[in-house]
T-cell receptor
Framework: IAGITQAPTSQILAAGRRMTLRCTQDMRHNAMYWYRQDLGLGLRLIHYSNTAGTTGKGEVPDGYSVSRANTDDFPLTLASAVPSQTSVYFC???????????????FGEGSRLTVL | GQNIDQPTEMTATEGAIVQINCTYQTSGFNGLFWYQQHAGEAPTFLSYNVLDGLEEKGRFSSFLSRSKGYSYLLLKELQMKDSASYLCAVLDSNYQLIWGAGTKLIIKP
């Protein structure tokens, strides 16, 4: 089934540990995104990539890093997890038009991360 | 700053009609989107408006007024499966989506 796969779906992590959330898409979309979603707040963009080999910072990038070595994969790394990073993380992708996001995003099922 | 406002929660009756409003103030405008998100699931795309007016798609319609910075999502013939959060988002001048916090819609029998 075409779409976006995230792993793990759920994880409990001790503060200070390093964690990588994996994201793979098979739709050949140029653009990919990482969001976090917290109760009462909208989706907040962490990092994005408009095409393989490039990345950009979103609204809340601190404490997170990403890489885009190829079109399909877009991992998100927490170098040293803190409790405020407890959240649901969504990876998404979209087609681009003239290099720009079209706005129609396809989301993975989410990764629920708890940092203790 | 950029801001998207929508009601936190709404309640409606099965079979009825409900209108979910969204107002926005963003740096630039390249389209307004509505997404549906069932509890514990990922958001899914519902509709897109870039020109003023009404876009109809089955039981769901979305309206846009760019001069007023206003949109609404209209859901007709409500079904229990329509219980979900509805997210309003605007594509700004940098082609980044700015998201509202979402409206939780509760459908009662």
């Amino acid at each position: 089934i075409a779409g976006i796969t995230q792993a793990p779906t759920s994880q409990i992590l001790a503060a200070g540990r390093r964690m990588t959330l994996r994201c793979t898409q098979d739709m050949r979309h140029n653009a990919m995104y990482w969001y976090r979603q917290d109760l009462g707040l909208g989706l907040r963009l962490i990092h994005y990539s408009n095409t393989a080999g490039t990345t950009g910072k979103g609204e809340v990038p601190d404490g997170y890093s990403v890489s885009r070595a190829n079109t399909d994969d877009f991992p998100l790394t927490l170098a040293s997890a803190v409790p405020s990073q407890t959240s649901v993380y969504f990876c998404a992708s979209s087609e681009t038009s003239g290099g720009a996001n079209t706005g129609e995003l396809f989301f993975g099922e989410g990764s629920r991360l708890t940092v203790l | 700053g950029q801001n998207i406002d929508q009601p936190t929660e709404m309640t409606a009756t099965e079979g009825a009609i409900v209108q979910i409003n969204c107002t926005y103030q963003t740096s630039g405008f390249n389209g307004l989107f509505w997404y549906q998100q069932h509890a514990g699931e990922a958001p899914t795309f519902l509709s897109y408006n870039v020109l003023d007016g009404l876009e109809e798609k089955g039981r769901f319609s979305s309206f846009l007024s760019r001069s007023k910075g206003y949109s609404y999502l209209l859901l007709k013939e409500l079904q229990m499966k329509d219980s979900a959060s509805y997210l309003c988002a605007v594509l700004d001048s940098n082609y980044q989506l700015i998201w509202g916090a979402g409206t939780k819609l509760i459908i009662k029998p």
